[in-house]
């Protein structure tokens, strides 16, 4: 059974049986169809996590954060029936993972009670200040501030190791581009936590910016 890394057990302590059932149950199948996706989500979590706390967010709300974290792309799991060769009709419209895959995890988790508080993570971590991103295109405060927290994160990380076509940059180039979009697409107040809690740039790129 994969390590959760930390007592997720203790989130909840009146429901910490059910918590770490479902937990489990979720990395099992997240080591069993897509370790990278799991090694995604525990990367996110951690550095999540660190900003909630570092932010004076309350016990609850920073256990919150890293499920939310670590299960926010849970949706990828709901295979669509079209891509394990299943019949459908001519005129069926594939879902686009990419977009859809929020709505998904959002629905697989509305029946689980333990799980509910991460619901708005899970749901909410691509959309933008400024009402550009998705799956409900809020903007500002309306979007969940947990949400909020999550999506600045995951960019960060995207920039770091690269995402699809675009290539990874250094730290300092990621920490640019994040701060460039503060206030834009990301909760100013996040974006200065998280360079806070990110600490100097490594010496060896003071004077790399990475970007082409």
Known sequence: ????????????????????????????????????LLTHGRSLAKLSEGLARHLGWPEEAARAVFLGALFHDVGYLATPLELVGTPLPPDHR????????????????????????????????????????????????????????VGVVHAYQNLRHGYGPTPALGDKAAREVISEDAGLLWDPVMVRGLLEFLGPVAPDEQDESGLD
């Open 1 to 36: 059974m994969p390590d959760a890394s930390i007592p997720l057990h203790q989130v909840l302590p009146e429901q910490r049986q059910a918590l770490a059932e479902v937990t489990h149950l979720l990395l099992d199948l997240y080591q069993l169809s897509n370790p990278m």
């Open 94 to 149: 594939p879902p686009d993972m990419e977009t859809e895959h929020p709505l998904l995890g959002a629905r697989l988790l509305s029946r689980v009670e333990v799980l509910r508080d991460i619901i708005p993570v899970v749901r909410h971590h691509h959309e933008h200040l400024d009402g550009s991103g998705f799956p409900d295109g809020l903007k500002g405060e309306a979007i969940p501030a947990a949400a909020r927290l």
